[in-house]
């Protein structure tokens, strides 16, 4: 069985900063694309970074130069590093761990999501 433990989430002033992690355990290949998505009450979830295989990072235009995302293959973790938040990055902030190195399938796994609230 897979798991996917998300941790991070918090609340923190506009400006500041805050790292996600997402731990992965059970039958999972350490390697394969990881992304980070985020979604407000009653609004679609969208991509915030992913990471494929190897090493490729995608980034939203709306958090360009102000997240990172990075992985520890060894540890079966991804991490979203987010400098200067602003209020509009509230939001659950949900981890997405990819059955293939390259490309997201129907059958990739979801995190249970952590709650990130930047007040201004």
């Known amino acids: 069985q897979v798991q996917l433990v998300e941790s991070g989430g918090g609340l923190v002033q506009a400006g500041g900063s805050l790292r996600l992690s997402c731990a992965a355990s059970?039958?999972?290949?350490?390697?394969?694309?990881v992304g980070w998505y985020r979604q407000a009450s009653g609004k679609q979830r969208g991509l915030v970074a992913s990471?494929?295989?190897?090493?490729?990072?995608n980034y939203a235009s709306s958090v360009k130069g102000r997240f990172t995302i990075s992985r520890d293959n060894a540890k079966n973790t991804v991490y979203l590093q987010m400098n200067s938040l602003k209020p509009e990055d509230t939001d659950v902030y949900y981890c997405?761990?990819?059955?293939?190195?390259?490309?997201?399938?129907?059958?990739?796994?979801w995190g249970q999501g952590t709650q990130v609230t930047v007040s201004s």
């Open positions: 997405r761990w990819g059955k293939g190195p390259f490309s997201w399938t129907p059958y990739d796994y």
């Open positions: 990471i494929t295989s190897g090493g490729g990072t």
């Open positions: 059970g039958s999972i290949f350490s390697g394969n694309i």
